[in-house]
């Protein structure tokens, strides 16, 4: 069974940190792109950064210098280190597999093929 179970969401005040885990079950990541991706009420669902094959990493504007993505290949996880974190970073966050490498640039939702459920993070001001 294939399945991405994101966790480690919470409440937060702004200007602090979470780190939210992707673990993977069913499917192998570290050959494909992985992606962060978030979702606020009423907005559509957003590209945050994805990994690729080859350790490169791409962020969107809005998170650059203060979000980073890594993985661990030996619990196949994958991971969002978010810091400096404001309000409009109230979101459901998701991550999510590719069926096919990075290759350059933030990849749009639809090139993903694998959703993990999401787990709901909330700054408060």
């Known amino acids: 069974q294939v399945k991405l179970v994101e966790s480690g969401g919470g409440s937060v005040q702004s200007g602090g940190s979470l780190t939210l885990s992707c673990e993977a079950s069913?499917?192998?990541?570290?050959?494909?792109?992985m992606g962060w991706f978030r979702q606020a009420p009423g907005k559509e669902r957003e590209g945050i950064g994805n990994?690729?094959?080859?350790?490169?990493?791409e962020y969107a504007d809005s998170v650059k210098g203060r979000f980073a993505i890594a993985q661990d290949n030996t619990k196949n996880a994958l991971y969002l280190q978010m810091n400096s974190l404001k309000p409009e970073n109230t979101a459901i966050y998701y991550c999510?597999?590719?069926?096919?490498?990075?290759?350059?640039?933030?990849?749009?939702?639809?090139?993903?093929?694998?959703w993990g459920q999401g787990t709901q993070v909330t700054v408060s001001s």
């Open positions: 069913g499917l192998t990541y570290n050959s494909y792109c």
């Open positions: 990994l690729d094959p080859d350790g490169t990493t």
């Open positions: 999510a597999r590719a069926s096919a490498s990075c290759r350059s640039g933030l990849r749009p939702a639809k090139e993903y093929e694998y």
